[in-house]
């Protein structure tokens, strides 16, 4: 089975809420993508979501930072999503589920 997110997905996440106060961006959205595919990658590396936590969070410099209450949402996704959808188009696919929504 393919790997969907839809943008109900991401209001389930709660990632709306945290952004409540300020409008989606695209490169809000980027930036999502990014954290979502690091995660990937970390659980394909064997990393622990804990950990992957962390190191994503600690990785968030300069604007990005205001994402890290998202990274254990984002991180948490990934490690529930089965191994066979684990790959380099999470992310992507991520970052256009978040840009869809966006212009919604």
Avoid at 40 to 46: A, K, P, T
Avoid at 53 to 62: A, H, V
């Amino acid at each position: 089975m393919p790997f969907r997110l839809t943008a109900a997905t991401l209001v389930c996440l709660g990632l709306a809420a945290p952004l409540a106060a300020q409008e989606l961006q695209s490169a809000d959205c980027t930036v999502f993508g990014g954290i979502t595919q690091t995660a990937v990658d970390l659980r394909m590396d064997g990393k622990r979501p804990r950990a992957a936590t962390r190191q994503i969070q600690r990785g968030l410099k300069g604007d990005s930072a205001r994402f890290k209450d998202a990274v254990p949402l984002l991180v948490e996704f990934v490690y529930g999503l089965p191994e066979g959808q684990l790959g380099d188009g999470v992310g992507k696919t991520y970052a256009d589920a978040c840009l869809a929504q966006a212009k919604s």
